[in-house]
């Protein structure tokens, strides 16, 4: 455990991203947080959580796959990755963390996906243990600890400063490059404020929530339930869920012809969108109650079925607070497994 | 070590057929000179042009986007170029409000007679945007080479 | 209010009037309400919720309930009756399968402006006697609504109702000195520079999660030329500073002379976009080039873009940089 | 992938000087889909057809790019060579390397780049290009004139002279319009009647020549060359097959006191009457609103009298449903009614009439058979004032009149102030004007005559004020000349009231989806080039319903509109532009939007059935266009918001990859 | 080499067969000659012209062929409809191997088979059929049931007569849903041809063809006493990364790119009826 006080965290952060690119929660010009690159001056919001999850980091937006020359009949393929350079992001929330390792389960099984895990090699995580978790936090319905995150280094807030604990090598390599900035420190500061972080948890209106009536076999059981129809009804079929959603990981594969060649790149689905399962010739997916399903069943059954048990779902809270008709998986799932 | 290469616009022209592409015409057959840095692109009134297309030659890579159409009033559909000209009005008016420069876009009225001030138009316009420089603020990277 | 409003369709389910009622219930807190359909007297009862939260325009549903036949109670705030008549005036719903209740709209309130006050971990909300009662885990905090109206409501422009089979509350009147166009009038006084800053500030946090599109009452479209990959400009991911651009101002663009500033775009944004402003510019930039128009306003208007006047401003002449 | 040919042309040295023609074939020869490229001499002459032929024939093309002269001069040319060589024409463009390129620019490797990408733009063009085949449509060898005035007789006399069937409808129980009103004409006082009456018979007697009289327009239904017209046939209560037009009826009818329409009101008709002697059809009509059989059920004198047995008191109004290729509006005009004009008395003072009352105030078949009398004492007026501009020329502001100038009020004036001077002479005659128009034939010596002549005082200024003393029409007008006031002790003040478009052409225009500009006069397609045609097709205009204007000019548009009805009935079929916009049903959302930018009025909607997901079905309101009465401007496919409407041989995808072909870096 | 899954190869079209007036199939080799990679039968390759899209088409021929892979493209969307107006010389692109294969190492040896196929279906088990002709001794019995709507809608057919039906211990049997002219052989739907036919209950069957045939013959076959577990189908549904990431073919715990596609159907009653 080391301790990095208050008046060394700028300079703390100066040391990371003189190596390497740094990235921590910043608020933007409309007082939300964004992960945003580490120059001299830039402040840490004190937000909760950013608006977007960190998965940005590891699957991105959108991203170039590929280019192809065409000319004549000729095509060339051209390999455009690069090998990515180290980053750091700094204050990933216990959620978000946890997010990662449903991300790998997807992208780092074979076949690997090259892009992800290029990204995943060259870049170490610092959490940020939770001080004051918000009403819409639901993390610990799937385990998570919201005072003591997963990540290479987990960082708790203290009175004065910051607790510092590595967790892989990686964190154990970050902490020493900036040894002279950290001094030893006491658990038991970290005990405290991770107490009153359980505290505070436990009295939010989502405590205690459990996905007990959804979850691992229960595919021909929840398939058919007449509430799908009423829980989709108002669903505008956006992709807002699924854009903030930590754990979402659906692509589209697009070319884009640039005039000079074509550019192959992905970038985000959702399975929410009428087009998701539009082929030529014919959608298996026509109605957006089918749609909606689809997204639920995957994060409550059958990502579960493939993982474990494990939920697609790490309880951030983001679509509770984002989704345009609140309409969201604490919803489904207590609709799903309340009435059995 | 390779020049500083002057810096050469690439200008779309939406022309509709009836009155300014005839005029460019005149402006061709009476051996009036503007620069090569104009496309014309043949359009059957001004109405047809879409503000999808204007944003696409930005995108593509053009530096300014100018249409030209029958006087209001002389359209050989009768309305096509007021509706036009409304929509175009807006357009400029929104591409404005975004901070992009005004001068990029364009819209004249030239009519078939008018071949001189279709080569005066053009003359001008290539001028303004080469002042103007490359367009930056409506630029697709990807498209660039 | 949501009393007057569960009677009402108590009645008109039972009277045989309407057979579904479309309206809100409650959600997981105490302000996330969401739209639904009831389909009798029991649905309405157990699950009918109308407070300051209730915020969606629900106007645009009734285009998917049109398709679903029989006849539908809607409640509509004033904003929402133009959304209603732009609709109609567009043949996207029928007039006659929609029974139309008419809510009296004190403003509504915004959640996100409560947090922003410092309240954080609430369990609850009630309203009495004009202040809000908010009980969270660390204790209760009273507030008053107007700090945490919604501001889009701030700026409203009409408490009247255009269109409404009948009226709950008493009817208003269109909002003669509201304010809303002050910030686009703001932005058109900067310069070009300034203004490119900001938007670029605003759109390059769009995720393009077509929050804004799939919530607008004039983005109806059968297929958006945005989802169609035979119209050549289908674009599905905000790749670049150009299509963030792209797809705002096309957006914009189509709904220009159509969009009745019901401010849904902003309100659902999950990243904060002001995208009402760019809709504003229109509305204004039609006011001041063609004269005033409100759209929804009168469903046989033609509207800014359907009509000319021979001596139209030309775009040369409108607005022009600031310098 | 498209089999694609590109032939550049020299146009001997015009292009070639300035061109690197041979660089510019190899250039485009590498881009995709082209499978031959070549350059010649003379792509236009006959033997640069046949190299494109041969090309076409020898290298299975499917596309084909010139890049030659401006497609204005040749694009018909190589479509036709194309086609003979059974390549669909639309599957040709053309890139224009001379008007564009050689003749404006000097440099050669410029004009060579340049060459290359508007190449290219064409390429790329007719990569998306589609064959285009021209839709036929039949043709109804008949014509409707809405209107039976002389612009529609006109009309319908010369349609019927090249051997086409014609129907009249018209409103009033008989044709002959305004004309019939009048009572000589200018400049060559020649009388109205006399020059008109032969031509209603002419109507009247013509085989082909139907008239509808007191008749209107219903509803008109269909385009060009296949409108379907119904016309309802009001009522007249005599059946118009039996009755003679003896006229006994209208002689006996004991209810004399209807104001007579005919006489602008200046003397009386009875319920059952025939409009004037020479009236076509000569048929009479039973006026229901003051007929006392009609209002009562007692009377039914006419019935008993009538040994033709036509009287028929429960006449109903029929409807007729006719056939048509052709439509001519000619509506025509009627004065502006000058009550907002308080100041000159109209409204108040009896001896203040209008210039068409005065027609029928010297008319010899008028209420005072031909001697002008004033109305108010039936006294012969020895000072009479001619106010001119009543209504025209106005600032519309002030929403009194109209803002145009009428045209032919100058030259009747002058013509009233001839004639009263000439059959009276001891009146005194003044016209106050703001200026004497008379641009026409001989019709400045006209008005030198009126004043040289016959010393009519014409006096520039305006009359502000009339007012009725003691019988005496009290006029103060000022004299801009001279700048004085002026007050005239007057018996008769003529107002030339402004003309305006009759009330009726309002609607019609909507039925015929035929545009009008602010006044209600028809919009003609082209004000220089088509001011016969309405821009929807196969509507065409004749007389003032177009605009202001006096006989010969009415005469003569109402021939120029029956020739371009003859040309068009004169064809078996309609072929269409192939480049027409066409509606993606898929895609459209009904909203109207493209309706309303629409000149033509070629979009209709109609609720269709469409599959939904999972067996269910749909029922939408979609656009559809009629190809044969869009010109393919485009207008629509700009307003729709959904894309659903395109435009055949200039589609968005085809403008766009011109669009990414020139822009390409 | 390629490494990367996402990343295609370039392969040239050597020859264009038109099989039906809306099927063509395709040869692809790589640019120096050979094959672009192995497959398994039943396995797809995710083909592409870059810039227009990209779509998982089945393998046709054998992984036995070691000169060239060929597929075969029914016409009916953007991709297909590009690749039908290509000409011999040009290059498209192909990923995979893609999905699980028809198990023609292990439970399918010695078996007698009974492949079932209508249409464009008959693409993806051609593969099977012609490694189980290179592998004669490997296999029983193989019993061909292929039917389309008429004679010209039958794929392969020059290969059908003159090389299955030749070839022993197979026995072809073809239909057309309607009699024509100049066809002597049977007329009516597969699945009724099916019943008629009446097969040993020991064979195991694959089958491929629309959804509509499937339904019907899986009817009729367990009507005739065969278990679900004998019999194999393939689907084709939206894929796109080919490789059970992008989620596309998510349906219920598989991925149709990867799990499957090919698929016994007791393990499709597991999944919910959405494909």
């Given at each position: 455990?080391k301790?990095?006080?208050?008046?060394?965290l700028?300079?703390?952060?100066?040391?990371?991203?003189?190596?390497?690119a740094?990235y921590?929660?910043?608020?933007n010009?409309?007082?939300?947080?964004d992960?945003?690159?580490?120059t001299?001056?830039?402040?840490?919001?004190?937000?909760?959580?950013?608006?977007?999850?960190?998965?940005?980091?590891?699957?991105?937006?959108t991203e170039?796959?590929?280019d192809?020359?065409m000319?004549?009949?000729?095509?060339?393929v051209?390999?455009?990755?690069?090998?990515?350079?180290?980053?750091?992001?700094?204050?990933?929330?216990?959620?978000?963390?946890?997010?990662?390792?449903?991300?790998?389960?997807?992208?780092?099984?074979?076949?690997?996906?090259?892009?992800?895990?290029?990204?995943?090699e060259?870049?170490?995580?610092?959490?940020?243990a939770?001080?004051?978790?918000?009403?819409?936090?639901?993390c610990?319905t799937?385990?998570?600890?919201?005072?003591?995150?997963?990540?290479?280094?987990?960082?708790?807030?203290?009175?004065?400063?910051?607790?510092?604990?590595?967790?892989?090598?990686?964190?154990?390599?970050l902490?020493?490059?900036?040894?002279?900035?950290l001094?030893?420190?006491?658990?038991k500061?970290?005990?405290?404020?991770?107490?009153?972080?359980?505290?505070?948890?436990?009295?939010?209106?989502l405590?205690?929530?459990t996905?007990?009536?959804v979850?691992v076999?229960?595919?021909?059981?929840?398939?058919?339930?007449?509430?799908?129809?009423t829980?989709?009804?108002s669903?505008?079929?956006?992709?807002?869920?699924?854009?903030?959603c930590?754990?979402?990981?659906?692509?589209?594969?697009?070319?884009?012809?640039t005039?000079?060649?074509?550019?192959?790149f992905?970038?985000?689905?959702?399975?929410?969108?009428?087009d998701?399962?539009l082929?030529?010739?014919?959608?298996?997916?026509?109605?957006q109650?089918?749609?909606?399903r689809?997204?639920?069943?995957?994060?409550?059954?059958?990502?579960?079925?493939?993982?474990n048990?494990?939920?697609?779902?790490?309880g951030?809270?983001?679509?509770l607070?984002?989704?345009?008709?609140?309409?969201?998986?604490?919803?489904?799932?207590?609709?799903?497994?309340?009435?059995? | 070590?390779?020049?500083v290469?002057?810096?050469?616009p690439?200008?779309?022209?939406?022309?509709?057929?009836w009155?300014?592409?005839?005029?460019?015409?005149?402006a061709?057959?009476?051996r009036?000179?503007?620069p090569?840095?104009?496309k014309?692109?043949?359009?059957?009134?001004?109405?047809?042009v879409?503000?999808?297309f204007?944003?696409?030659?930005?995108?593509?890579?053009?530096?300014?986007?100018?249409?030209?159409?029958c006087?209001?009033?002389?359209?050989?559909?009768?309305?096509?170029n007021y509706f036009?000209?409304?929509?175009?009005?807006l357009?400029?008016?929104?591409?404005?409000?975004?901070?992009?420069?005004?001068?990029?876009?364009?819209?004249e009225?030239?009519?078939?007679?008018?071949?001189?001030?279709?080569?005066?138009t053009?003359?001008?316009?290539?001028a303004?945007?080469t002042a103007?420089g490359?367009?930056?603020?409506?630029?697709?990277?990807?498209?660039?080479? | 209010?949501?009393?007057?409003?569960?009677?009402?369709?108590?009645?008109?389910?039972?009277?045989g009037?309407?057979?579904?009622?479309?309206?809100?219930?409650?959600?997981?807190?105490a302000?996330?309400?969401?739209?639904?359909?009831?389909?009798?007297?029991d649905?309405?009862?157990?699950?009918?919720?109308y407070?300051?939260?209730?915020?969606?325009?629900?106007?645009?549903?009734?285009?998917?309930?049109?398709?679903?036949?029989g006849?539908?109670?809607?409640?509509?705030?004033?904003?929402?009756?133009?959304?209603?008549n732009?609709?109609?005036?567009e043949h996207?719903?029928?007039?006659?399968?929609?029974?139309?209740?008419?809510?009296?709209?004190?403003g509504?309130?915004?959640?996100?402006?409560?947090?922003e006050?410092?309240?954080?971990?609430?369990?609850?909300?009630?309203?009495?006697d004009?202040?809000?009662?908010?009980?969270?885990?660390?204790?209760?905090?009273?507030?008053?609504?107007?700090?945490?109206?919604?501001?889009?409501?701030l700026?409203?422009?009409?408490?009247?109702?255009?269109?409404?089979?009948?009226?709950?509350?008493?009817?208003?009147?269109?909002?003669?000195?509201?304010?809303?166009?002050?910030?686009?009038?703001?932005l058109?006084?900067?310069?070009?520079?300034?203004?490119y800053?900001?938007?670029?500030?605003?759109?390059?946090?769009?995720i393009?999660?077509?929050?804004?599109?799939?919530i607008?009452?004039?983005?109806?479209?059968?297929?958006?030329?945005?989802?169609?990959?035979?119209?050549?400009?289908?674009?599905k991911?905000?790749?670049?500073?150009?299509?963030?651009?792209?797809?705002?101002?096309?957006?914009?663009?189509?709904v220009?002379?159509?969009?009745?500033?019901c401010?849904?775009?902003?309100?659902?944004c999950?990243?904060n976009?002001?995208?009402?402003?760019?809709n504003?510019?229109f509305?204004?930039?039609?006011?001041t080039?063609?004269g005033?128009?409100?759209?929804?306003?009168?469903?046989?208007?033609?509207?800014?873009?359907?009509?000319y006047?021979?001596?139209d401003?030309?775009?040369?002449?409108?607005?022009?940089?600031?310098? | 992938?498209?089999?694609?040919?590109?032939?550049?042309?020299?146009?001997?040295?015009?292009?070639?000087?300035?061109?690197?023609?041979k660089?510019?074939a190899?250039?485009?020869?590498?881009?995709?889909g082209?499978?031959?490229?070549?350059?010649?001499?003379?792509?236009c002459?006959?033997?640069?057809?046949t190299?494109?032929?041969?090309?076409i024939?020898?290298?299975?093309?499917?596309?084909?790019?010139?890049?030659?002269?401006?497609p204005?001069?040749h694009e018909a040319?190589?479509r036709?060579?194309?086609?003979?060589?059974?390549?669909?024409?639309?599957?040709?463009?053309?890139?224009?390397?001379?008007?564009?390129?050689s003749?404006?620019?000097?440099d050669m490797?410029?004009?060579?780049?340049?060459?290359?990408?508007?190449?290219?733009?064409?390429?790329?063009?007719v990569?998306?290009?589609?064959?285009?085949?021209?839709?036929e449509?039949p043709?109804t060898?008949?014509a409707?004139?809405i209107?039976?005035?002389?612009?529609?007789?006109?009309?319908?006399l010369?349609?019927?002279?090249?051997?086409?069937?014609?129907?009249?409808?018209?409103?009033?129980?008989t044709i002959?319009?305004?004309?019939a009103?009048?009572d000589?004409?200018?400049?060559?006082?020649?009388?109205?009647?006399?020059?008109?009456?032969?031509k209603?018979?002419?109507?009247?007697?013509?085989?082909?020549?139907?008239?509808?009289?007191?008749?209107e327009?219903?509803s008109?239904?269909?385009?060009v060359?296949?409108?379907?017209?119904?016309i309802?046939?009001?009522a007249?209560?005599?059946?118009e097959?039996?009755?003679?037009?003896?006229?006994l009826?209208?002689e006996?009818?004991?209810?004399?006191?209807v104001?007579?329409?005919?006489?602008?009101?200046?003397?009386?008709?009875?319920a059952?009457?025939?409009?004037?002697?020479?009236?076509v059809?000569?048929?009479?009509?039973i006026?229901?609103?003051?007929?006392?059989?009609?209002?009562?059920?007692k009377?039914?004198l006419?019935?008993?009298?009538?040994?033709?047995?036509?009287?028929?008191?429960?006449q109903?109004?029929?409807?007729?449903?006719?056939?048509?290729?052709?439509?001519?509006?000619?509506?025509?005009?009627?004065?502006?009614?000058?009550?907002?004009?308080?100041?000159?008395?109209?409204?108040?003072?009896?001896?203040v009439?209008t210039?068409?009352?005065?027609?029928?105030?010297?008319?010899?078949?008028?209420?005072?058979a031909?001697?002008?009398?004033?109305?108010?004492d039936?006294?012969?007026?020895?000072?009479?004032?001619?106010v001119?501009?009543?209504?025209?020329?106005c600032?519309?502001?002030n929403?009194?009149?109209?803002?145009?100038?009428?045209?032919?009020?100058?030259?009747y004036?002058?013509?009233?102030?001839?004639?009263?001077r000439e059959?009276y002479?001891?009146?005194?005659?003044?016209?106050?004007y703001i200026?004497?128009?008379?641009?026409?034939?001989?019709?400045?010596?006209?008005?030198r005559r009126?004043?040289?002549q016959?010393?009519?005082?014409?006096?520039?200024?305006?009359?502000?004020?009339?007012?009725?003393?003691?019988?005496?029409?009290?006029v103060?007008?000022?004299?801009?000349?001279?700048?004085?006031?002026?007050?005239?002790?007057a018996?008769?003040?003529?107002?030339?009231?402004?003309?305006?478009p009759?009330?009726s052409a309002?609607?019609?225009?909507?039925?015929?989806?035929a545009?009008?500009?602010?006044?209600?006069f028809?919009?003609?397609a082209?004000a220089?080039l088509r001011?016969?045609?309405?821009?929807t097709?196969g509507?065409?205009?004749?007389?003032?319903?177009?605009?202001?204007?006096?006989i010969?000019?009415?005469?003569?548009?109402?021939?120029?509109?029956?020739a371009?009805?003859?040309?068009?009935?004169?064809?078996?079929k309609?072929?269409?532009n192939p480049?027409?916009?066409?509606?993606?049903e898929?895609?459209?959302?009904?909203?109207?939007?493209?309706?309303?930018?629409c000149?033509?009025?070629?979009?209709?909607?109609?609720?269709?059935?469409?599959?939904?997901?999972n067996?269910?079905?749909?029922?939408?309101?979609v656009?559809?266009?009629?190809?044969?009465v869009?010109?393919?401007?485009?207008?629509?496919?700009v307003?729709?918001?959904?894309?659903?409407?395109?435009?055949?041989?200039?589609?968005n995808?085809q403008?766009?990859?011109?669009?990414d072909?020139?822009?390409?870096? | 080499?390629?490494?990367?899954?996402?990343i295609?190869?370039?392969?040239i079209v050597?020859?264009?067969?038109?099989?039906?007036?809306?099927?063509?199939?395709?040869?692809?080799?790589?640019?120096?000659?050979?094959?672009?990679?192995?497959?398994?039968?039943g396995q797809c390759?995710?083909l592409?012209?870059?810039?227009?899209?990209?779509?998982?088409i089945?393998?046709?021929?054998?992984?036995t062929?070691?000169?060239?892979?060929?597929?075969?493209?029914?016409k009916?969307?953007?991709l297909?409809?590009?690749l039908?107006?290509?000409?011999?010389?040009?290059?498209?692109?192909?990923?995979?191997?893609?999905?699980?294969h028809f198990?023609?190492?292990?439970?399918?040896?010695?078996?007698?088979?009974?492949?079932?196929?209508?249409?464009?279906?008959?693409?993806?088990?051609?593969?099977?059929?012609?490694?189980v002709?290179?592998n004669?001794?490997?296999?029983?019995?193989?019993?061909i049931?292929y039917g389309?709507?008429?004679?010209?809608d039958l794929?392969?057919?020059?290969?059908?007569?003159?090389?299955?039906?030749?070839?022993?211990?197979?026995?072809?049997?073809?239909?057309?849903?309607?009699?024509?002219?100049?066809?002597?052989?049977h007329?009516?739907?597969v699945?009724?041809?099916?019943?008629?036919?009446?097969?040993?209950?020991?064979?195991?069957?694959?089958?491929?063809?629309p959804?509509?045939m499937?339904?019907?013959?899986?009817?009729?076959?367990m009507?005739?006493?065969?278990?679900?577990?004998?019999?194999?189908?393939?689907?084709?549904?939206?894929m796109?990364?080919g490789?059970g990431k992008?989620?596309?073919?998510?349906?219920?715990?598989?991925?149709?790119?990867?799990?499957?596609?090919?698929?016994?159907?007791?393990?499709?009653?597991?999944?919910?009826?959405?494909?």
């Amino acid at each position: 455990m080391k301790k990095l006080s208050l008046a060394k965290l700028n300079d703390f952060f100066a040391a990371i991203a003189a190596k390497q690119a740094l990235y921590l929660p910043v608020n933007n010009k409309v007082g939300k947080a964004d992960f945003t690159k580490w120059t001299a001056g830039t402040e840490m919001s004190k937000a909760l959580n950013t608006v977007r999850s960190a998965k940005d980091f590891f699957f991105p937006q959108t991203e170039n796959l590929m280019d192809f020359k065409m000319e004549g009949k000729n095509i060339e393929v051209i390999d455009s990755r690069e090998e990515c350079e180290d980053f750091v992001v700094f204050g990933v929330r216990a959620c978000d963390a946890a997010s990662f390792a449903i991300l790998d389960s997807v992208y780092l099984v074979d076949p690997v996906d090259s892009y992800y895990k290029n990204r995943r090699e060259h870049g170490t995580v610092v959490t940020m243990a939770c001080g004051k978790p918000a009403e819409t936090c639901f993390c610990g319905t799937f385990g998570i600890d919201a005072a003591n995150p997963a990540g290479d280094v987990t960082v708790w807030e203290v009175a004065d400063g910051y607790m510092l604990r590595a967790n892989t090598e990686k964190g154990e390599a970050l902490l020493a490059a900036t040894a002279d900035l950290l001094e030893a420190g006491d658990e038991k500061a970290v005990e405290a404020a991770q107490a009153k972080t359980r505290e505070i948890m436990a009295k939010l209106p989502l405590a205690g929530l459990t996905f007990d009536g959804v979850g691992v076999g229960k595919t021909k059981e929840l398939f058919d339930r007449p509430e799908w129809k009423t829980l989709s009804e108002s669903c505008l079929g956006c992709g807002t869920c699924t854009f903030v959603c930590p754990t979402c990981q659906c692509y589209d594969v697009r070319d884009f012809d640039t005039g000079n060649g074509i550019k192959r790149f992905r970038c985000w689905d959702s399975c929410m969108y009428s087009d998701f399962t539009l082929m030529a010739h014919g959608n298996s997916r026509n109605s957006q109650v089918e749609r909606f399903r689809q997204r639920f069943m995957h994060k409550l059954v059958y990502y579960p079925d493939r993982n474990n048990g494990t939920f697609g779902c790490v309880g951030c809270g983001r679509c509770l607070a984002r989704c345009p008709i609140s309409m969201n998986i604490v919803k489904v799932a207590k609709t799903l497994g309340g009435n059995k | 070590m390779q020049d500083v290469k002057e810096f050469r616009p690439t200008i779309v022209a939406f022309c509709c057929n009836w009155c300014s592409y005839a005029g460019a015409d005149l402006a061709g057959s009476s051996r009036l000179v503007y620069p090569a840095d104009v496309k014309i692109i043949r359009v059957p009134c001004s109405c047809r042009v879409n503000p999808l297309f204007i944003l696409r030659a930005f995108q593509r890579g053009a530096d300014g986007v100018i249409m030209a159409g029958c006087h209001p009033g002389d359209c050989h559909y009768t309305s096509g170029n007021y509706f036009a000209r409304r929509r175009m009005t807006l357009l400029f008016s929104m591409l404005d409000y975004l901070g992009i420069e005004r001068e990029r876009t364009r819209v004249e009225w030239i009519s078939a007679a008018e071949g001189a001030k279709f080569a005066k138009t053009m003359n001008e316009f290539v001028a303004t945007v080469t002042a103007l420089g490359e367009n930056k603020r409506l630029e697709d990277l990807r498209c660039k080479k | 209010m949501q009393e007057m409003m569960k009677n009402r369709a108590y009645a008109l389910l039972e009277n045989g009037t309407v057979d579904r009622v479309l309206g809100w219930t409650r959600g997981e807190f105490a302000y996330d309400m969401t739209p639904a359909v009831f389909r009798n007297a029991d649905e309405v009862k157990n699950g009918f919720v109308y407070n300051d939260f209730c915020a969606a325009n629900l106007s645009k549903y009734l285009v998917k309930e049109c398709r679903a036949g029989g006849k539908i109670l809607v409640f509509l705030k004033p904003c929402d009756t133009y959304s209603f008549n732009q609709l109609l005036a567009e043949h996207r719903i029928k007039r006659d399968m929609i029974y139309v209740v008419g809510i009296e709209c004190f403003g509504k309130a915004d959640v996100e402006k409560i947090k922003e006050m410092g309240i954080e971990g609430i369990t609850g909300i009630t309203a009495k006697d004009g202040i809000y009662t908010v009980s969270t885990i660390y204790g209760d905090k009273a507030i008053k609504p107007a700090d945490v109206m919604a501001e889009r409501c701030l700026a409203c422009k009409s408490k009247k109702h255009v269109v409404y089979d009948e009226l709950i509350g008493n009817e208003g009147e269109v909002v003669e000195d509201c304010n809303r166009f002050d910030m686009v009038a703001k932005l058109e006084a900067m310069t070009p520079d300034e203004r490119y800053e900001f938007w670029r500030g605003e759109l390059s946090r769009c995720i393009r999660c077509n929050a804004c599109r799939n919530i607008c009452p004039a983005c109806t479209c059968e297929q958006c030329i945005f989802d169609n990959p035979n119209s050549g400009v289908s674009q599905k991911a905000a790749v670049n500073s150009f299509e963030e651009n792209m797809f705002h101002i096309i957006r914009a663009f189509h709904v220009a002379g159509r969009c009745t500033d019901c401010g849904e775009c902003s309100r659902v944004c999950p990243q904060n976009i002001p995208l009402h402003l760019l809709n504003r510019k229109f509305i204004k930039d039609v006011n001041t080039f063609y004269g005033d128009y409100q759209a929804g306003e009168d469903p046989t208007a033609k509207p800014p873009l359907g009509k000319y006047e021979k001596n139209d401003i030309e775009p040369g002449e409108a607005g022009g940089a600031k310098e | 992938m498209q089999r694609i040919g590109v032939f550049i042309c020299h146009c001997g040295t015009n292009i070639a000087a300035t061109v690197d023609v041979k660089a510019v074939a190899e250039a485009l020869s590498h881009e995709p889909g082209v499978v031959f490229s070549t350059d010649y001499q003379y792509m236009c002459s006959e033997s640069g057809q046949t190299l494109m032929r041969e090309a076409i024939r020898e290298h299975k093309l499917t596309g084909v790019v010139v890049c030659s002269c401006s497609p204005r001069m040749h694009e018909a040319t190589f479509r036709k060579a194309a086609e003979k060589e059974g390549l669909n024409p639309y599957m040709v463009e053309i890139a224009n390397i001379r008007e564009q390129v050689s003749w404006i620019h000097k440099d050669m490797a410029e004009a060579t780049e340049k060459a290359v990408i508007l190449g290219r733009a064409a390429i790329a063009k007719v990569h998306l290009n589609k064959p285009l085949k021209a839709g036929e449509s039949p043709v109804t060898k008949r014509a409707l004139v809405i209107g039976g005035g002389i612009a529609g007789i006109q009309t319908a006399l010369d349609i019927a002279e090249a051997g086409f069937e014609v129907d009249i409808v018209e409103k009033q129980p008989t044709i002959g319009g305004k004309m019939a009103q009048i009572d000589k004409t200018f400049p060559t006082l020649d009388c109205a009647a006399c020059i008109l009456t032969p031509k209603m018979v002419d109507v009247a007697q013509n085989e082909k020549i139907k008239i509808f009289s007191y008749s209107e327009v219903e509803s008109v239904k269909g385009f060009v060359g296949n409108f379907k017209v119904e016309i309802r046939k009001k009522a007249r209560y005599v059946d118009e097959d039996k009755c003679t037009g003896c006229g006994l009826c209208t002689e006996k009818c004991p209810q004399k006191k209807v104001p007579n329409e005919f006489n602008m009101g200046f003397d009386t008709r009875r319920a059952v009457y025939i409009p004037f002697a020479q009236a076509v059809p000569k048929v009479a009509t039973i006026d229901a609103n003051n007929c006392t059989m009609m209002k009562t059920g007692k009377c039914g004198l006419c019935a008993k009298l009538c040994t033709a047995g036509a009287i028929d008191y429960k006449q109903q109004d029929q409807i007729v449903e006719r056939e048509y290729g052709a439509i001519v509006a000619a509506t025509g005009f009627n004065p502006l009614k000058p009550d907002k004009f308080n100041e000159l008395g109209y409204s108040t003072c009896q001896d203040v009439v209008t210039s068409l009352e005065l027609e029928r105030l010297m008319n010899a078949a008028g209420p005072t058979a031909g001697t002008l009398l004033r109305p108010s004492d039936k006294t012969h007026p020895h000072t009479i004032v001619f106010v001119q501009c009543v209504g025209s020329r106005c600032d519309v502001e002030n929403e009194r009149g109209k803002s145009y100038c009428s045209k032919i009020c100058c030259m009747y004036t002058a013509k009233h102030a001839m004639l009263i001077r000439e059959k009276y002479p001891d009146t005194d005659v003044y016209v106050f004007y703001i200026d004497v128009r008379t641009p026409g034939k001989n019709f400045d010596e006209f008005y030198r005559r009126a004043v040289e002549q016959y010393g009519v005082h014409y006096i520039k200024g305006q009359v502000g004020k009339v007012v009725e003393e003691n019988g005496t029409l009290k006029v103060q007008a000022s004299d801009l000349l001279s700048g004085e006031q002026l007050h005239i002790d007057a018996d008769l003040v003529v107002l030339a009231t402004a003309v305006e478009p009759d009330k009726s052409a309002r609607s019609i225009a909507t039925m015929l989806t035929a545009s009008m500009d602010t006044n209600d006069f028809f919009t003609e397609a082209h004000a220089k080039l088509r001011p016969v045609e309405s821009p929807t097709a196969g509507i065409f205009l004749s007389g003032v319903c177009q605009g202001p204007k006096d006989i010969p000019e009415t005469v003569s548009q109402a021939s120029a509109a029956a020739a371009k009805v003859i040309g068009l009935l004169a064809k078996d079929k309609l072929t269409c532009n192939p480049c027409v916009a066409n509606s993606n049903e898929m895609l459209c959302n009904g909203c109207s939007s493209c309706e309303k930018v629409c000149p033509y009025g070629a979009i209709t909607y109609s609720d269709k059935e469409f599959r939904g997901p999972n067996r269910t079905t749909l029922i939408r309101r979609v656009a559809t266009v009629n190809e044969a009465v869009c010109q393919g401007c485009g207008a629509c496919t700009v307003a729709c918001p959904s894309g659903a409407m395109d435009l055949k041989g200039f589609s968005n995808r085809q403008i766009m990859a011109e669009v990414d072909a020139i822009c390409k870096m | 080499m390629n490494t990367e899954t996402l990343i295609p190869y370039a392969g040239i079209v050597t020859e264009i067969t038109q099989q039906t007036p809306d099927v063509k199939t395709f040869r692809v080799e790589a640019p120096g000659g050979g094959k672009l990679f192995e497959h398994k039968p039943g396995q797809c390759a995710m083909l592409s012209v870059p810039g227009i899209s990209e779509a998982m088409i089945s393998i046709t021929s054998s992984p036995t062929n070691t000169e060239y892979m060929e597929f075969s493209v029914k016409k009916c969307g953007c991709l297909t409809e590009w690749l039908h107006s290509m000409e011999v010389g040009q290059m498209i692109t192909v990923r995979g191997p893609y999905g699980r294969h028809f198990p023609v190492y292990d439970e399918l040896l010695g078996k007698d088979l009974l492949i079932i196929a209508g249409g464009i279906g008959l693409a993806p088990v051609r593969s099977v059929i012609n490694y189980v002709r290179d592998n004669r001794d490997k296999f029983g019995s193989v019993d061909i049931v292929y039917g389309s709507r008429s004679k010209d809608d039958l794929v392969y057919y020059k290969e059908i007569v003159e090389e299955w039906m030749t070839t022993p211990g197979f026995n072809v049997h073809l239909t057309i849903d309607n009699p024509q002219e100049g066809w002597d052989g049977h007329v009516g739907f597969v699945p009724n041809f099916v019943k008629e036919l009446n097969p040993d209950l020991k064979k195991t069957v694959l089958m491929c063809g629309p959804p509509i045939m499937i339904k019907f013959t899986l009817g009729g076959l367990m009507e005739l006493g065969f278990k679900k577990e004998q019999v194999y189908t393939t689907m084709e549904l939206r894929m796109k990364c080919g490789i059970g990431k992008c989620g596309r073919c998510n349906i219920g715990n598989k991925y149709v790119c990867k799990d499957g596609p090919v698929f016994r159907f007791d393990e499709l009653d597991e999944l919910p009826n959405e494909y």
